[in-house]
């Protein structure tokens, strides 16, 4: 035997589509040999891997999947994984693709090709990514060469784009490696070339040198260096490398600071040497000491080198970018480093002594939103890292902030970048740290049903439920005792935040968490000095804590997607701000001028150096800790910042204007409810307010119990005064600002102010928006997008000058209708229906669509006045893709059925339920599936105590079942009962949710019941339910032909019914004596003592009678006799 090709893992979503993972699996099946679908079947189940095993369980049951093909589970399992995405989204997608500065073109066309494939482009593809490369691409020069290209296909663009990117890499590489410029750190030497020869081979002779900084393209008058002091003599207006005193100074001219890694007193000089023996690929490196430097500081530039933050000195002289192997190692110690190549490039120092030149690494530079591929030279030792002229060549630094940049102070940017891991799009998770939830043993389960979703919310509450389930914050459950309902939130932006109605459940017998909330005056008395604000938020705060696994089954929320348990602290539950108070506050202590109100961090300092030092402390503990924030909410060195409901600046705590705008307009209470939340309201401000509790003394009274509730005008007066007191001190302006942007919530939510809102305006805008697109198409455009249709253009040119006798594909439909088209106002016709063009015809269908009538309605509406191939299929998928159509349908027609199997012996399969709350009580129904015979067990509180109680009763009688069917109800999903099951060897199997026909027989047994209840009365329940059980069990049952009694015990049970037919031994009785009345009328009556002389009849031959004498009696009619020879 052979052993098997390849091998198949098990299929993770993560990793790979479906689609990739079938064309493997059909690949092993081919390099295996294996085509029957049968033995397919059986390795998809096998491989596929528990977790899509079991949503294939639940996508088919109660069906198996093994009762299924191969290709229906691949299909099943398609449509599960990969549904059919929207071709508009993937169009849209596909046009907004432009290539990324990393990317190379084979890379960005490949990307293409994958976006195109679900748009539908058809024979249009290579147009479509023809357009899209030459626009998409982010070099000018390419694209000016693909745009002067006449008749350009995608092939030759493609063929252009990667031949022009190629040359421009091999360009780099030569310009790099040939490069023979003098720089200030490195030095060329040539052979035996004097100092004339080298000038020329660098300047032109006609074009004038400008002295102060020796560039060539602008006057010394108009240098920006004119300014400058000049390390080398001094002087200002001129830079060194220009100084015409440098050859006084020995030939050397100071340009850099120094290197902190060479010494407290030594600096990179240049070096210009007019003949050398070496090769001419030898550079030298100078370095000499000097006490000179020590106030001269160096121009310095931070990069991005493969995705770190390095510091570079500039260089404007060294042709090539070098780093030592020390500053190599350090950088990329955590990390995987870039290649270092081996190269023929040479260094030495000043001195003539040669430098250990490692290699040359290719990394990805990336200053601001420029990102290149360059060459960086790797040297032993240590020291600054330089910026060489490649380098600067390819990056348009932004001088004017380089020179402002001092090397020793930290910037904001620096920063952020440090810690920019805090700041990235994911979910965190808080290390060290697990929530924990403390409820008594002796708490009883609390289980609600779902809540139903508004058909418009539930693609979103869909979504929000598959991106908690992708970022593994919840997980699937099948059955729980503890289950809470979810309230949908909708969010500013229109998107979903689910919350568990704790309240319901977990939260009425949990022991709360103990840790104060910060009082809102504490922690800004920590501000106190703070000149600047950051204010950070954190990011879905809560979840980023992990509860432990034993209170994960409170937190179990029940949704119509079903059960799910929550894997991190979810929002709702009570013990959750206290938990995340206590933890970030442990997070962040002893760092001054940070204040934390749970998941809002307000960091400050006395001076913008404290700042920023607390600023990357507090990075740096989140950082460490595990934790994100959330991007967008960011307000960073603010000199005011609003937070927990006021406006906090360097002079201190200030009311907000929305708020004294809100609060002064705000409507007269209108009872003593109102009156109370708005007393706590300008209680919430009372640091503002002197002697409010006297001024608002009146108010008060109208809360006490004997006082009746009346408003009069001292009572309005005592409102618009509360605030004079305050406001005479300010010259303001009132703005109103929409509550969403509130930072806490407060009264204002229960108080609004009356009065025109956002919303008008919103809504006139919407209006404008949809007037421009929804404007009807004419016969204009349609005009226009004929000549633009690369088809219909043809067809319209055939139309006018006549038709081919052979067409390609995309013609034949209007080949065979060329004898009734025609052309209108340069618009093709069909009879008297125009032909939409492509580019028009989704802004029929939406035209046609946007009543929202039915397909027959659009498709008789469409046939009247237009038409294009395939129009039908087109009206169709309009009505099918929208939301509204499909949300407000009715129901599709019910699937086949599908009965249970008839099992072939009595209680092999049982089916319960519960009946009621019917006549005061619930009712624990049970039928046999094979005999039908029902058991009916009376309750008070259908329990899983109680239920199992009643079926271990009626399982001692009757025995334990091999399978029991019920419905999702929590008595039968409980843990309780499910071991219950286990132990005594039962299957269990649950009918589908809201679908009671699948658990037919028992929903049916409860409807016989009811009914048969229903009509007994002036009877106890128990004597009505023993009636009606006798009389189901001996009446034959209609599928069976057999009374229940007779299919279990094969027996009839006795009725008195059964009074009505006569007693059998009576019947036999009477039957004997007829029969002897009717033999006894032709027959005599004999008998004989002992001794006396008879004849007997002979059977052995011989006489027919022969003598015999009776010797004794043995029966009415019977006797013994002798014969004559003694014989018996």
Not at 587 to 594: N, R, Y
Request: aromatic letters at 8%; proline letters at 5%.
């Amino acid at each position: 035997a052979t052993g098997t090709i390849g091998s198949l893992a098990a299929f993770d979503v993560k990793v790979q589509t479906w689609e990739e993972y079938t064309e493997i699996l059909e690949q092993f099946f081919v390099a295996n040999e294996i085509d029957d679908e049968g033995k397919q079947r059986a390795i998809l189940i096998s491989v596929v891997g528990a977790q899509t095993y079991s949503v294939m369980r639940n996508i088919l049951s109660p069906t198996k999947p093994s009762e299924r093909s191969y290709q229906q589970l691949v299909t099943m399992l398609k449509d599960h994984f990969n549904p059919q995405p929207s071709e508009i989204v993937q169009r849209f997608k596909f046009d907004s693709r432009t290539k990324k500065p990393t990317e190379t073109m084979t890379e960005y066309v490949a990307e293409l090709r994958c976006l195109a494939q679900d748009c539908n482009y058809g024979a249009t593809l290579n147009q479509m990514l023809r357009d899209r490369l030459v626009c998409g691409i982010d070099d000018d020069r390419i694209q000016r060469r693909l745009l002067s290209e006449t008749n350009l296909t995608f092939e030759t663009a493609l063929k252009i784009a990667v031949a022009a990117e190629t040359a421009s890499k091999n360009v780099l590489d030569l310009k790099y490696k040939t490069s023979e410029q003098v720089c200030n750190s490195v030095t060329f030497h040539g052979k035996k070339f004097d100092q004339r020869q080298k000038r020329n081979t660098y300047e032109d002779k006609d074009i004038r040198e400008c002295y102060r900084c020796g560039g060539r393209n602008h006057k010394a008058n108009e240098c920006r260096f004119k300014k400058d002091k000049c390390y080398g003599c001094g002087k200002i207006g001129h830079l060194a490398k220009a100084c015409r005193n440098k050859g006084k100074q020995g030939g050397d001219a100071v340009f850099e600071k120094r290197g902190k890694g060479l010494g407290p007193h030594r600096a990179f000089r240049v070096s210009e040497t007019t003949e050398s023996e070496e090769s001419d690929e030898t550079f030298t490196l100078a370095c000499v000491k000097t006490d000179e430097l020590k106030k001269v500081k160096p121009f310095t530039v931070e990069l991005h080198v493969d995705g770190k933050l390095v510091k570079f000195e500039i260089d404007t002289g060294s042709s090539v970018s070098l780093m030592t192997e020390e500053k190599f190692k350090v950088i990329w110690k955590d990390t995987v480093s870039p290649k270092v190549k081996t190269t023929k490039v040479k260094l030495k120092t000043y001195t003539g002594e040669p430098l250990e030149v490692i290699g040359v690494a290719d990394v990805q530079v990336k200053y601001q939103q420029q990102e290149k591929k360059m060459p960086l030279v790797v040297v032993k030792g240590s020291g600054p890292c330089l910026l060489g002229r490649a380098w600067l060549e390819g990056l348009q630094l932004q001088w004017s902030e380089i020179k402002l940049i001092q090397s020793e102070e930290v910037t904001l940017m620096q920063v952020l970048f440090r810690h920019e891991e805090v700041f990235k799009e994911e979910l965190g998770m808080l290390k060290g740290t697990i929530a924990t939830l403390h409820v008594p043993k002796d708490a009883s389960p609390r289980f609600f049903r779902p809540r139903s979703v508004p058909y418009a919310l539930k693609p979103k509450v869909e979504e929000e439920i598959n991106r908690l389930l992708r970022e593994k914050i919840i997980s699937p459950v099948k059955y729980a005792e503890w289950a809470a309902p979810v309230v949908p939130i909708v969010k500013p932006d229109g998107s979903i935040r689910l919350c568990g109605d704790y309240k319901l459940t977990v939260n009425k017998v949990s022991t709360l968490e103990q840790y104060p909330i910060p009082r809102v005056e504490d922690l800004f008395a920590r501000l106190d000095g703070g000149k600047q604000f950051t204010k950070l938020d954190m990011s879905h705060a809560y979840q980023q804590i992990i509860m432990d696994e034993h209170s994960k089954k409170y937190l179990t929320v029940n949704t119509h997607k079903g059960l799910f348990t929550y894997n991190r602290l979810p929002f709702g539950v009570a013990s959750a701000p206290a938990i995340f108070q206590r933890t970030m506050e442990g997070l962040l202590q002893g760092i001054p001028g940070v204040v934390v109100y749970l998941d809002d961090i307000l960091v400050t300092g006395g001076n913008l150096v404290n700042h920023l030092k607390t600023l990357e402390n507090v990075l740096m503990k989140l950082k460490e800790a595990g934790l994100r924030l959330k991007r967008g909410k960011f307000v960073f060195l603010a000199d005011e910042v609003e937070y927990l409901g006021h406006r906090v600046d360097a002079q201190g705590l200030h009311p907000t204007g929305t708020k004294v705008k809100a609060i002064d307009e705000a409507p007269e209470p209108k009872n003593v409810t109102e009156l109370k939340v708005y007393l706590g309201l300008l209680n919430y401000y009372n640091k503002f307010l002197p002697n409010l509790a006297t001024l608002l003394a009146p108010l008060h009274l109208l809360l006490r119990k004997d006082t009746q509730w009346t408003w009069k005008n001292h009572n309005k007066k005592l409102l618009k005064k509360r605030w004079a007191v305050m406001l005479q001190a300010y010259q303001y302006n009132i703005v109103y600002k929409p509550g969403k942007y509130h930072q806490n919530a407060d009264a204002l939510s229960r108080l609004p102010v009356p009065g025109e809102g956002e919303g008008d305006e919103t809504k006139d805008q919407v209006l404008m928006m949809e007037l421009m697109d929804d404007s009807p198409v004419n016969a204009a455009q349609i005009r226009k997008w004929t000549l633009q249709d690369g088809t219909l253009s043809k067809v319209h040119e055939y139309v006018l000058q006549g038709w081919p006798v052979e067409v390609e594909s995309l013609l034949l439909p209007y080949y065979h209708r060329r004898d009734a088209l025609s052309v209108k106002n340069g618009c093709v016709t069909w009879g008297a229906r125009i032909i939409i063009p492509l580019q028009g015809r989704a802004t029929v269908l939406k035209q046609l669509h946007q009543t929202h009538s039915g397909m027959s309605r659009m498709k008789g509406l469409a046939r009247s006045y237009m038409w294009w191939p395939c129009m039908d299929q087109d009206v169709e998928k309009v009505g099918q893709n929208c939301d509204v159509c499909q949300s407000l349908k009715k129901a599709p027609a019910q699937a086949p059925l599908h009965p249970w199997e008839w099992t072939s012996s009595p209680w092999e399969r049982l089916h319960v339920d519960y009946a009621g709350p019917f006549l005061g009580k619930m009712f624990l129904i049970l039928v046999d599936s094979h005999s039908k015979w029902m058991e009916v067990y009376p309750v008070i509180h259908a329990t899983s105590t109680v239920t199992i109680e009643k079926l271990r009763s009626c399982f001692s009688t009757h025995g334990l079942p091999k399978m029991l069917v019920s419905d999702n109800a929590t008595c039968f999903k409980s843990e309780e009962f499910e071991t219950f099951m286990k132990r005594n060897g039962i299957q269990h199997v649950t009918s589908a949710p809201y679908h009671p026909s699948s658990n037919g027989l028992a929903e049916r047994a409860v409807q016989t019941f009811k009914e048969g209840m229903k009509k007994m009365k002036d009877e106890t329940v128990e004597t009505r339910v023993a009636r009606f059980l006798f009389t189901y069990r001996i009446t034959p049952h209609a599928t069976t032909g057999l009374s229940p009694a007779q299919m279990l015990m094969s027996r009839k049970l006795r009725s008195t019914f059964d009074l009505l037919l006569a007693d059998l031994k009576t019947r036999v009785l009477n039957k004997q004596q007829k029969q002897k009345e009717g033999h006894d009328k032709s027959c005599k009556f004999r008998s004989f003592e002992t001794g006396d002389s008879v004849y007997v009849r002979n059977y052995n031959g011989g006489p027919k009678w022969i003598p015999a004498v009776v010797e004794s009696c043995t029966g009415p009619l019977s006797y013994k006799t002798v014969l004559g020879q003694g014989q018996l």
